[in-house]
């Protein structure tokens, strides 16, 4: 009789449960869905593809994105029209969203003229191995420029001075944009950015003398300021015996001690048990 009993539970237990189950399922399945939440979104002119600096856009670099109405750019392009046509004066990756910051005007064109920013010239300069560095003298590098003239046709009146700090590449050769390994390029030819005043004195070294340049780091901004050298300062001699003479510290001569007086002549007196010593007093 227990055991009939514990049966009828079981069944019962089961029945309710796979009864609540199904209704559960059919809830569900007729319950209405609803509809997604849908966010209104803006298209947005985006790169297809990576662009280097000086490129001129073309309808294929660009493509259309959806983006949130909340959070487009400042200043993102909605339209094609206005970007086809226009200059890099900055690179930009794929799927990067065009800003105005990094183009030219539609009157800039492409190329060069618009990399220039206002205030500046682009100056070309002849090189070869030894003046290029080695071919390492590229795109977005900055140098030193070292002149080398002899104003007076004297040997001993050649000078070699850093004449413009810090000065960046514009281009080497004819490539504006460095390749992705940084491998050198031989080219006899290298573009400095400049300003007005730059300009002419690299025109005058460049034509008158002698130029090298000093590839430096593009972090270290410092410009300590250099006399210049010429050959007797090189070798040792000249100006630079006479600085070093001036700064040499001078030595004290040593201070001799005056001789010490001769004694005075005495006489001993002796007095009984005593005696003294008494000073004869000279005339």
Known sequence: MARIRVFIVLALAVAAGGTFAFGTYRYMQNA????AVKTPTTKVMVAANDLQIGAEL?????????????SVPMGAFTRPDDLVGRGLIQPVVANEVFLP??????????????????GFRALSVRVNDVIGVAGYVLPGTHVDVVATMNPTQQPTDVTSRLVLPNVQVLASGTKIEQDEKNKPIQVSVVTLLVNPDEAEKLTLASTEGKIQLALRNPLDKTAPPTPGIKPPALMGVGTAVRVAAVSRPRVAAPTIPAPAPAPAPTVEIIRGDKRAQEVVAQE
């Open 32 to 35: 209405p869905k609803s509809a």
């Open 58 to 70: 073309k309808a294929e670099d660009l493509r259309a994105i959806d983006w949130p109405d909340g």
């Open 101 to 118: 910051a990094k183009l030219a005007s539609k009157e800039a064109g492409a190329g060069l003229p618009p990399v220039i920013p206002p």
